[in-house]
């Protein structure tokens, strides 16, 4: 009798950790290509990386990178809307929080880097707001 009470303990000491004991996802993020937005020699419609593919269950960081000298309004709300965010990180600052950005705006160039888990198959358009005529748009496709 006394083992069986020493096995339910155990049994339900597991189940109790089972949250804790599950695999963090975010540790074993994959870094995206930069998107970068402008370039250093004055094109400040230039977009690389403007395409990229991901799948659905992984964790990822994705930097987008302004180095051109216009304000960036970068959206992509169905992604942000089907991922589940980590952190946003400006600066080594980081911003955690409960719900999707509406948008990320960059006034100068520097860096804002997404962490996050991709939840939901699709493809989703990103643009430059008021930029787009300009090529500034791409997609972020999650298989």
């Keep these: 009798m006394r083992m069986f009470r020493l096995a339910a303990l155990a049994g339900a000491g597991l189940l109790a950790a ?5 695999l963090d996802l975010t540790k074993k ?8 937005l402008g370039d250093d ?16 269950g992984k964790a990822y ?9 216009q304000e960036y309004k970068f959206y992509a709300p169905e992604f942000f809307r089907f991922i589940w965010f980590n952190q946003i990180v400006i600066e080594h600052k980081e911003i955690h929080g409960g719900g999707p950005p509406d ?20 493809t989703y358009i990103w643009a430059a707001h ?14």
Aim: cysteine-free.
């Design 103 to 122: 948008h990320l705006e960059f006034d100068d160039p520097g860096e804002i880097a997404i962490e996050f888990v991709a939840i939901k198959p699709g």
């Design 18 to 22: 089972g949250p804790a004991l599950a």
């Design 41 to 56: 020699q004055g094109n400040d419609f230039a977009v690389e990386n403007k395409d990229i593919t991901l799948e659905s």
């Design 61 to 69: 960081r994705l930097r987008i990178v302004a180095k051109g000298h």
């Design 29 to 36: 993020r994959e870094n995206l290509p930069d998107l970068v």
């Design 130 to 143: 008021g930029l787009e005529s300009k090529g500034m748009t791409g997609t972020l496709t999650v298989k």
